[in-house]
């Protein structure tokens, strides 16, 4: 997924690079189509890198949805285990604010260290057997030199599942709660480009909570 040329690591099209521990590199670049992400529920991200990296238009680093999973984390959503055509929803997770509420089914709380996110994003509640959206994942990047983005780095949570079943003579739609953001830390002595830097909630649709925004 990616070559390494006198030590600086390059990421190149159509390469996918998955880190799950701490690499220390002198300087690395992730070109168009390159694409960097850790495995679920992992969260060892770590880049310490003495000189640049730098995200080229096209080049992805992502770890959404690489959280905590349905109903899981410290901001788990509240999870509805009835059957209803009424209250068929449920919470959406909290992280960076607090999970969208679904009636009596609770958002997720609030965690986690503000200046130094470190924490996976959590799973939104399922409603009935449906599941929650995941959690967003956990980047750090630690440059001496400049951190160049003008591709993407996200760590976002997903949309709340939605299924459908006929049971005795109703159609009962579940929609799960949406899951939270994770955490993207960054430590540069300078920071430019045109790109994206996002840990979005995901959605709970139209019947659950949204799961909130994670820590940047």
Same mark, same amino acid.
């Given at each position: #997924? ?6 600086? %690591? ?7 690079? *998955? ?24 969260? #060892? ?13 096209g080049g !992805? ?11 899981a984390g @410290? ?16 919470? #959406?997770?909290?992280?960076?604010? $607090?999970?969208?509420?679904? *009636? ?13 996110? @470190?924490? %996976? ?19 750090? $990047? ?19 599942? !939605? ?13 799960? #709660?949406?899951? @939270?953001?994770?955490? !993207? ?19 709970? $649709? ?9 820590? $940047?």
């Amino acid at each position: #997924g990616g070559s390494f040329n006198n030590g600086d %690591l390059v990421v190149g099209t159509s390469g996918t690079f *998955n880190l799950n521990k701490k690499l220390v590199l002198p300087n690395l670049t992730v070109k168009s189509g390159g694409f960097m992400t850790h495995g679920q529920g992992v969260g #060892g991200f770590e880049l310490d890198v003495s000189g640049n990296v730098v995200v080229e238009s096209g080049g !992805i680093i992502d770890v959404s949805g690489k959280g905590y999973g349905s109903a899981a984390g @410290s901001g788990a959503g509240m999870s509805s285990n009835v059957r209803s055509v009424v209250d068929d929803g449920a919470g #959406g997770a909290g992280y960076g604010g $607090i999970g969208g509420d679904k *009636n009596q089914y609770l958002g997720g709380v609030v965690y986690g260290d503000l200046l130094n996110p @470190s924490d %996976l994003g959590s799973g939104g509640g399922h409603a009935y057997e449906t599941a929650g959206g995941n959690g967003g994942g956990l980047v750090r $990047i630690t440059a001496g030199g400049r951190l160049v983005v003008d591709g993407t780095i996200r760590s976002c949570g997903m949309d709340g599942v !939605i299924e459908s079943s006929y049971y005795s003579g109703f159609n009962y739609i579940f929609h799960g #709660g949406g899951g @939270s953001g994770g955490s !993207i830390y960054i430590s540069s002595a300078g920071l430019e480009g045109s790109g994206e830097i996002s840990a979005n909630g995901g959605s709970g $649709i139209t019947r659950s909570g949204g799961g909130s925004g994670g820590r $940047i």
